[in-house]
């Protein structure tokens, strides 16, 4: 089996994938969203979904993924066969080592199951950032990304030249207890940055379109323009993450975008906080401004009944070329986002129960 190529299922014009933030709204606990995440998981696998990957974010009281690591091992618990992994790790954050060792000890509980994807943003503001890194000097994490990540890929690999500093470090689990497989590594980003690396090194791709709707087809253009085949990949592969919310009926996948797009906003004017209600977003006054923030988001939001969410996705399938679609279901209520990916789902004909 390809351990980064996905296969269509039921009418879906490319594999259809999970992002999860593990989103936590107003009345809820991180218990309940962190529940919602295996409820999400066994559904997708179930029903055919290709892999489901979790997204590192800090010190946001709405988003529960702070520790990707330890909810994929909770996930893996709880499903055989769909693909798990982040979406990604940022690495700037944390030593290159640690994330060997965390996604090797995955690799061991779920074989053949696990993604590395790796970012290279902090996945918070700057002063959370500042804590994570014990650093101000934020920047140079970012420029460093490259470094980092052949770093990562040694300890992976197990593969110091002698003389290195680090020939005689291992990352356990790994290569130095004996054959080995290790989880693809894949690079995500929302400008070109990523796209250029992971395309001169021959690297799967993952571009955040969910939030960076205008850079998605000129990151696609510059990651395939820049390919270079690898022992990983022969040609590009490419996904995108899109958020989507299906309902059973069209205003209340409006109303439930809202939450989102409200959220958005006050992590924006740094007052972030757990997922409103579709009544507090429903009554919440916008300032002109905050409209307008409000409308460009929506407008790369994927809503309404699961026909007219289907017809969004293959529309935007078509538009970027994009090898498989992950989306995203963010909304106030957990079992609303349930929902969303099981009438996504039947919308595409996939099977009830996959095997």
């Known amino acids: 089996m390809d351990a980064i190529r996905g296969t269509a299922a039921g009418t879906a014009p ?9 989103t936590v709204g107003n009345g809820y606990t991180a218990n309940r969203a962190l529940r919602t995440s295996v409820e999400i998981s066994k559904l997708a696998e179930r029903r055919g979904y290709h892999r489901h990957w979790v997204a590192e974010h800090h010190s946001m009281p709405g988003v529960a993924s702070s520790a990707p690591a330890v909810i994929l091992a909770h996930l893996a618990a709880h499903t055989s066969r769909i693909r798990l992994g982040s979406g990604g790790v940022m690495l700037p954050n944390h030593a290159p080592l640690v994330i060997a060792e965390q996604f090797g000890t995955l690799e061991a509980m779920a074989p053949g199951r ?3 994807g790796l970012g290279r943003a902090p996945g918070t503001d700057g002063a959370t950032a500042a804590a994570l890194r014990r650093t ?3 920047n140079e994490g970012a420029e460093d990304f490259p470094q980092q990540l052949a770093e990562l890929t040694r300890f992976l690999d197990d593969d110091f030249p002698d003389g290195h500093p680090y020939a005689r470090i291992h990352a356990v689990p790994g290569p130095v207890q004996g054959p080995s497989a290790r989880p693809p590594i894949w690079l995500l980003g929302s400008s070109g940055f990523s796209a250029r690396l992971a395309g001169m090194l021959g690297l799967p791709f993952a571009f955040a379109h969910h939030f960076s709707a205008a850079n998605t087809v000129p990151a696609l253009d510059l990651y395939r323009d820049s390919f270079r085949p690898s022992e990983i990949l022969d040609a590009p592969y490419a996904l995108i993450g899109v958020s989507a919310l299906a309902a059973d009926e069209e205003r209340e996948a409006r109303r439930q975008t809202l939450t989102n797009a409200l959220s ?3 992590l924006r004017t740094g007052r972030p906080g757990l997922v409103p209600t579709p009544e507090e977003a429903e009554s919440y006054q916008f300032s002109a401004l905050e409209r307008e923030f409000v409308d460009s988001w929506l407008a ?3 809503s309404g009944t699961a026909d007219e969410v289907r ?7 078509k538009r970027t070329g994009a090898d498989e679609l992950m989306i995203t279901a963010n909304a106030h209520g957990s079992e609303v986002r349930v929902r ?3 009438l996504i789902a039947d919308a595409y004909g996939l099977p009830a129960q996959a095997f």
């Open 264 to 266: 958005m906003v006050r």
């Open 114 to 116: 696990i993604d590395l």
């Open 300 to 302: 790369n939001v994927v």
């Open 340 to 342: 969303s990916y099981d």
């Open 136 to 138: 101000d000097l934020l």
């Open 14 to 22: 490319v594999p259809l994938s999970v992002l999860d933030l593990v």
């Open 311 to 317: 017809a969004g996705l293959d529309d935007l399938q």
